[in-house]
């Protein structure tokens, strides 16, 4: 009997799945046509519609029809939707297992289809599609209603950005954001609970409230930041992560330098959600739509050029003459077209903005052959994970329809870490990469350091260079383009290309033109209002740019009355300033800021988002509490000492430190004028004023 059971179970799943299919597909058809489409009886059919409406599969009512044969209505539920992509996996997969097994009786060989380790390849190549997320446009007009009774999570932009690349496949095999048990052995050994290699969480972290109110088994709709549906999750998985054991064997240290392990940290919700997802509609971009490809429409253009083998270059920087020639040499090694594939998601804090990025890719992309090479974007929030980021990139690639990937020097890298060390080593992707290549599916194209001979006037490959005594070789590093560009120093013509200078010149002018921002922190009667006030006037003297003081008490009566002092609404306060500090610099202006600002890691996030647009100056009033004391003009520091004041910051709450300001000032016994003016010097020292 168990036998039995186990026998027709696939039958049955089979049957299960073609009639979620074929409501979805028709659901306004009659009993007789789904049957017959179906190549069962009528009799069959209304008993596995009972049975997939008592599983909440569908909902089956009554529709206004003369014809008696039409006079009932099926429409698939949000958890009928996620069943069926469910089932269309097991479905391929057997499929897949059944056609092998005649091939090799009739050739004595394998068809090389059979599924990879669970993880549903149409095809080992790039040119069939895969499987979607997306429910049919009709289903989703019925989906969106009934989601919006649902509760919703407005995502952030990181998980919009990995739920886009969830629905679109670009992550397959995932079919949703990571249950425990997936996420348990990503962390530890880079294998889904199934066995298939995957490197990344993909976890959708919440608060602890939201998580609260959230039943397991229970729907929820996704949406973004304009309360849009996107689409849907059936939460299965609900836990609360060791975040540290996570920076360790994902970043490979628990270390807040990380710009990954500072936001598990500092900004994800504090539980994680996983589950199933059903896509309703794509997330909405209104920039470069026509360069923007899901992973099936790439592998169709590929179709449509007969490109066979395609090599994928990742970039978050914009294009010069040596990447170009990095990529001529790749595609020809290979003997493959190129696939230029940016990403313009959420990158490095600090790198050059999407927007100038891609201006700059099109300005390179007439310098390669016609039909040969490609560009589209891609939207991925990267992690800067190193080693591990190069494998998903690659698996990511791989779902794209690439058949090869350029892996850089230390890719992905985010720099140094607290000690003033680089994360990880400058080849560890590469051999990380190689070990696991036979299962991402994507052939890895070494990057070559690519240097300018001057002799011959072409760029060659360093390794490869036999006379480097002979010769001379110039390089410029991406340290020094970017004072170049800061001040306004020629870059010549075999670094980078005129329209590629063009444009990063209108965007990053020199840096005396640019917006910034100053930001004091110190305690409360340190004299940071009193230096920001002066400096003030003498920047206003100078002239040239708009001047706006965003004093701590100021701010707090104008953007911020409604809140409090306890940790929550401190840090809130500050986002606030930074906002608009952020705004002043993104327009040319200059942004004084002079917050009390007690924790480091607000500091540290109004500087990411300064540094967006411009410079963030970081300046500690370095006066001691016991001279801010000493001063106390509103008595503050006396109601403290009483415990009339909670949560005051050197008393009952603690002063982060500042680890790495620009500059610290003294104030005891030192005019007020002596330390704005070292505040000038500072600032014409980074060549954001010129020089007196």
Not at 253 to 280: E, S
Request: charged share 25%.
């Amino acid at each position: 009997m168990y036998a039995t059971e186990i026998k027709t179970q696939p039958q049955e799943e089979d049957q299960l799945f073609r009639l979620l299919r074929q409501l979805d597909l028709t659901p306004e058809a009659s009993q007789r046509v789904i049957a017959s489409a179906l190549g069962i009886s009528l009799g069959r059919l209304n008993a596995l519609l009972r049975v997939t409406a008592d599983k909440g599969f569908i909902k089956i009512g009554e529709r206004n029809s003369t014809d008696k044969r039409q006079r009932v209505s099926y429409e698939i539920t949000l958890r009928g939707a996620a069943e069926k992509v469910r089932l269309t996996d097991q479905f391929l997969t057997r499929k897949f297992a059944e056609y092998d097994a005649l091939h090799a009786e009739l050739t004595g060989a394998t068809s090389g289809l059979e599924p990879f380790k669970h993880r549903t390849k149409l095809m080992q190549n790039n040119l069939a599609p895969i499987s979607e997320l997306y429910v049919s446009y009709e289903s989703a007009q019925k989906l969106k209603l009934e989601a919006a009774e649902l509760t919703s999570l407005d995502m952030s932009p990181r998980q919009i950005c990995d739920l886009e690349l969830l629905m679109n496949g670009g992550f397959n095999p995932l079919k949703g954001f990571m249950s425990e048990e997936d996420y348990d052995g990503v962390v530890e050994n880079m294998r889904l609970a199934d066995g298939a290699l995957w490197p990344m969480p993909i976890t959708l972290d919440v608060s602890e409230d939201f998580a609260q109110a959230i039943e397991l088994g229970q729907d929820i709709a996704l949406r973004d930041q304009e309360g849009v549906i996107l689409g849907t999750m059936t939460v299965t998985d609900r836990w609360e992560p060791n975040k540290s054991n996570e920076a360790i064997k994902v970043f490979g240290a628990d270390d807040d330098a990380h710009p990954a392990v500072n936001y598990l940290h500092n900004q994800a919700g504090k539980i994680y959600l996983g589950g199933p997802v059903t896509g309703i509609q794509q997330p909405v971009h209104y920039d470069f739509r026509g360069r923007r490809d899901t992973p099936n429409e790439l592998r169709a253009y590929f179709r449509k050029m007969g490109w066979r083998k395609v090599v994928a270059f990742q970039t978050r920087n914009p294009l010069h003459r040596a990447h170009q020639e990095l990529t001529f040499r790749a595609a020809k090694e290979a003997q493959a077209n190129l696939l230029i594939h940016p990403v313009v998601g959420m990158t490095k804090p600090g790198d050059v903005d999407h927007f100038t990025r891609v201006r700059c890719y099109e300005a390179v992309l007439d310098k390669y052959p016609s039909s040969t090479t490609s560009m589209s974007l891609l939207n991925l929030a990267m992690r800067m994970a190193g080693p591990r980021e190069a494998v998903w990139h690659g698996l990511i690639r791989a779902n794209h329809g690439c058949t090869h990937f350029i892996v850089g020097r230390d890719h992905a890298g985010p720099g140094k870490n607290s000690q003033g060390e680089d994360f990880y080593g400058p080849y560890d992707a590469q051999d990380l990469y190689r070990a696991n290549q036979s299962e991402i599916g994507c052939e890895m194209v070494d990057f070559k350091h690519m240097v300018w001979v001057a002799e011959r006037a072409q760029y060659e490959a360093i390794d490869e260079i036999k006379d480097k005594d002979e010769v001379t070789i110039l390089n410029i590093s991406g340290t020094e383009l970017r004072r170049r560009l800061s001040e306004g120093l020629e870059i010549p013509e075999w670094f980078s290309f005129p329209e590629v200078v063009k444009e990063l010149r209108r965007t990053k002018p020199p840096r005396s033109k640019q917006g910034f921002t100053v930001f004091f922190t110190g305690f409360s009667g340190s004299g940071k209002s009193t230096i920001a006030n002066a400096l003030m006037v003498k920047l206003m003297e100078m002239g040239g740019r708009p001047v706006t003081l965003l004093d701590g008490d100021i701010v707090r009566k104008n953007l911020s009355s409604e809140l409090g002092f306890s940790k929550e609404h401190r840090d809130l306060n500050i986002r606030r300033i930074g906002y608009v500090a952020s705004e002043i610099t993104k327009n040319g202006g200059i942004a004084i800021c002079a917050p009390i600002a007690p924790y480091a890691t607000t500091r540290r996030a109004v500087r990411e988002d300064v540094e967006d647009f411009g410079a963030f100056v970081e300046i500690h009033v370095a006066t001691s509490i016991e001279e801010c004391e000493k001063r106390d003009r509103k008595g503050l520091y006396k109601l403290a000492r009483e415990g009339k004041i909670k949560e005051f910051t050197g008393i009952s709450d603690p002063y982060d430190v500042p680890a790495n300001p620009e500059l610290s000032v003294e104030t005891e016994n030192v005019e007020v004028d002596n330390c704005a003016h070292q505040v000038l010097l500072k600032l014409e020292s980074m060549g954001l004023i010129a020089a007196q």
